[in-house]
């Protein structure tokens, strides 16, 4: 009888000493990210500076998984999961927050910024961190910009005025501004799947398209377009987003260290992506595969021109406010 009881209390101090281990060593934090590029690129380095940067900081209490080149989730659905808590971060291009949010259209607006000194100073300031929780009603929080690029136009012909456009198919992103702003010209935008981008290029199915001189490189775009106008008209950027259930739902020290750590990564991944830009245009150039035009000032103009009607059209959905906050840094 006595051994019995001995024998119930040594289980019972056995349980009691396995549930204070397991609570003493929970298991960290897993954050999910999921992006659509290679881990070459600017946003691939980002993502694992920022695996890297909670490694050293976060040890034992968050692990950061890194999914790239659309191995979780492509950008059409990785919002949707995040909701449903499948993915704790994402960076998809800020085009593909239409449904989520009028307001990020302002990105996509042709002309906008002169140079990527303006994009960063208006991203910075008090309307560009606004627009941060613009997608906040749909659950979302925005952590911070990314940086591709301004993006150049290519093309199967020579395109120095808007009136070369006439008539020719432009693969866009899924944006009804991109979607105006080619109309504008004349031209005939097609949304399309950027892996099939090549393909479409290759096969003439498409006579052009406009990206970032990384994306251009990367994706060999230029050995299939003889053309690239260094029109520098339009922006591509990523908005780092997660859930706001995930976000406010960590305890304050970690959501600090991790803002802190995403910052930095973020503040290295746009480094890369300057550097990258100069890079990548050259080796385009060194290539001898394509014919990069120069607009002058007057060429210029006239895009400038024909595409302006477009910020109009987009103004009530977006907010003046907005559009006069961005053009005030150029």
């Excluded at 291009?93 to 996509?108: E, G, M």
């Excluded at 000194?117 to 627009?131: D, R, S, Y």
């Excluded at 398209?209 to 053309?227: A, D, L």
Aim: net charge positive; hydrophobic share 45%.
């Amino acid at each position: 009888m006595r051994s019995n009881k001995l024998l119930l209390v040594s289980l019972i101090l056995a349980v009691a000493f396995v549930a204070s281990a397991t609570v003493s060593m929970a298991a960290p934090i897993v954050m999910k990210f999921s992006h659509v590029v290679a881990e070459n690129t600017p946003k691939g380095q980002m993502a694992n500076k920022f695996k890297e940067l909670v490694a050293q900081r976060l040890a034992g209490k968050v692990v950061v998984e890194v999914f790239p080149s659309s191995q979780l989730f492509g950008d059409n659905k990785v919002l949707e999961a995040m909701l449903l808590g499948d993915v704790q971060l994402a960076a998809p291009s800020l085009s593909k927050f239409q449904k989520y949010t009028k307001s990020l259209q302002i990105f996509d607006l042709p002309f906008l910024f002169k140079d990527m000194a303006a994009v960063e100073k208006f991203q910075q300031g008090p309307e560009g961190q606004k627009l941060l929780m613009s997608v906040e009603k749909k659950g979302l929080i925005g952590l911070g910009y990314l940086h591709n690029g301004l993006k150049q136009l290519s093309a199967s012909d020579p395109l120095r005025v808007p009136a070369d456009a006439k008539g020719k198919k432009f693969r866009i992103m899924t944006s009804d501004v991109l979607a105006a702003q080619f109309k504008a010209v004349g031209a005939m935008p097609l949304k399309k799947p950027f892996s099939e981008v090549f393909t479409l290029l290759q096969t003439r199915a498409i006579d052009g398209q406009e990206n970032t001189w990384s994306n251009i490189y990367s994706k060999k775009f230029f050995e299939v377009q003889p053309y690239i106008t260094e029109s520098n008209h339009g922006l591509l950027d990523y908005l780092l987003v997660t859930s706001i259930e995930f976000w406010m739902g960590l305890p304050d020290d970690i959501r600090a260290e991790l803002k802190k750590a995403l910052d930095e990564a973020t503040a290295f991944g746009n480094k890369v992506a300057a550097q990258k830009a100069i890079e990548d245009r050259q080796k385009i150039i060194d290539s001898k595969r394509c014919t990069i035009i120069e607009l002058t000032d007057a060429e210029r103009q006239l895009w400038v021109d024909a595409m302006k009607p477009v910020w109009k059209k987009f103004e009530k959905q977006i907010g003046k406010e907005y559009i006069d906050a961005a053009v005030a840094p150029n």
